[in-house]
T-cell receptor, first 113, second 114 residues
Framework: NAGVTQTPKFRVLKTGQSMTLLCAQDMNHEYMYWYRQDPGMGLRLIHYSVGEGTTAKGEVPDGYNVSRLKKQNFLLGLESAAPSQTSVYFC????????????FGQGTRLTVV | DAKTTQPTSMDCAEGRAANLPCNHSTISGNEYVYWYRQIHSQGPQYIIHGLKNNETNEMASLIITEDRKSSTLILPHATLRDTAVYYCIVRPGGGGTSYGKLTFGQGTILTVHP
């Protein structure tokens, strides 16, 4: 049982380049989330999804797009990377019912130069 | 979601109990207290949650005051591997319109010393 897997683990981008971060979960969870974490700070929610084909904005959505074409995958896209998007990105998923816990991936460390 | 206040940092000796406080004075009746921890920039890990009764699992105990305005996470026998940032989060239980979103503060940096 792999849980939540993020790809890639590290990436360096030049300003203006685009890329997609992949999050895959094998727990059949309905809810999925993308967070970013800047140095010395807590995680902030970028976008989330409550089911296949649905997405919604979180606290800091600007500059990012997401897609949830398959239940197990949640993609985070950067259309034109900026240095301000240098951060560690975490994906999470959880079961929709009750007070279930969220499971997090190991993170993607992105540097935009 | 209710705001939480935690000390910035705490120290604990290995083998002793670590008691991490959290204030959540604006918590509402349907909101639960959750604790997560983050070890050395790994993804956060769920520890425990509760509504109003004290809770215990294999990792920790959660003590919630009767008025629910504060809580304490207890690691009964801290080890070096418990050194981490501990986040106290308040959110509604269940799905609903909150959709399980978590609002992270800066948490408490717990350092366990040999």
């Amino acid at each position: 049982n792999a849980g939540v897997t993020q790809t890639p683990k590290f990436r360096v981008l030049k300003t203006g380049q685009s890329m997609t971060l992949l999050c895959a979960q094998d727990m059949n969870h309905e809810y999925m989330y993308w967070y970013r974490q800047d140095p010395g700070m807590g995680l902030r929610l970028i976008h989330y999804s409550v089911g296949e084909g649905t997405t919604a904005k979180g606290e800091v959505p600007d500059g990012y797009n997401v897609s949830r074409l398959k239940k197990q995958n949640f993609l985070l896209g950067l259309e034109s990377a900026a240095p301000s998007q240098t951060s560690v990105y975490f994906c999470a998923s959880r079961y929709y019912r009750g007070r279930s816990e969220a499971f997090f991936g190991q993170g993607t460390r992105l540097t935009v130069v | 979601d209710a705001k939480t206040t935690q000390p910035t940092s705490m120290d604990c000796a290995e083998g002793r109990a670590a008691n991490l406080p959290c204030n959540h004075s604006t918590i509402s009746g349907n909101e639960y207290v959750y604790w997560y921890r983050q070890i050395h920039s790994q993804g956060p890990q769920y520890i425990i949650h509760g509504l109003k009764n004290n809770e215990t699992n294999e990792m920790a105990s959660l003590i919630i005051t009767e008025d629910r305005k504060s809580s304490t996470l207890i690691l009964p026998h801290a080890t070096l591997r418990d050194t981490a940032v501990y986040y106290c989060i308040v959110r509604p239980g269940g799905g609903g319109t909150s959709y399980g979103k978590l609002t992270f503060g800066q948490g408490t940096i717990l350092t366990v010393h040999p």
